[in-house]
């Protein structure tokens, strides 16, 4: 083992949120508590509303921060990956939080057992949890992570989100800026396709606000979906699994709020 405890570059993405960012760095220090060897990255879109003061307030925990305007969340987010030096990168938006305070301790307690050249997975994956504006459980996510994750599990839509995922920074291109709702669907399948060995982590990584996308951005993600996987997946495929997505949209929502 050349490095048994591998630094996780956690990068933060916000613009005017700063009672969110606040949940997400008390989960960041929480978990920092637990397992040091985290670099906490923000990148701020020049906010106005005390969010530069709140990671002031919180500098013993940010490695490192930017605040200036942006062309959008991937532009904010790919800044993060430029500024990010760990092993993994880990993509924790405002709003986000860790759900287990020993997530990281947990995980890299089994580093060692792979066939790779540091005894780690290239990725790490786990289940998402919604909660209310109020910070309360509101249901698991409704694509679940499958037990083994491969690129052609993308094929039925983002089964794992970028919360619920820590990539090797090796292996993680720039979000694409031609897609403005779905380049996370093309980055994490991208990461896929690299890696070699996908761990499944069996727990519930993180947790996201509840919320919807306006009509509007609704149409465009599944026109920039449909792309993604006609590019990835050839049309024939991609035409069938939209058929798919679209009778399991019919299914009743199972309501889990459990781990």
Known sequence: MNDPKPVVSII???????????????????????????????????????????????????????SEPDKGIYDAMNKGLRMATGKYVWFLNAGD????????????????????????????????????????????????APERLKPESFRMGMLVCHQSILVRRALADNYDLRYKCSADYD??????????????????????????KSRQMLVRSWKERFRVMRLQFGLPQTLFFHGLIVLRLF?????????
């Open 12 to 66: 933060t993405v916000v613009y005017n949120a700063r009672p969110l960012l606040a949940k997400t760095m008390e989960s960041v220090r929480e978990q920092k508590a637990r397992y040091p060897f985290i670099e906490y990255v923000v990148v701020d879109g020049a906010s106005k509303d005390g969010t530069l003061e709140l990671i002031g307030q919180n500098k013993d925990i940010v490695s490192s921060w930017v």
């Open 97 to 144: 939080f860790i759900c287990s305070d020993r997530f990281l301790a947990d995980v890299f307690a089994k580093a060692g057992r792979f066939d790779t050249e540091d005894g780690l997975a290239d990725i790490y994956y786990g289940q998402t949890r919604l909660v209310d504006s109020d910070w309360k459980l509101a249901g698991m996510r409704r694509l679940r």
């Open 187 to 212: 980055w994490v399948l991208k990461a896929l396709r690299k890696a070699r060995v996908i761990e499944n982590t069996h727990q519930v990584v993180s947790c996201y606000l509840k919320g919807g």
């Open 251 to 259: 299914l009743p929502v199972r309501r889990d709020y459990g781990a």
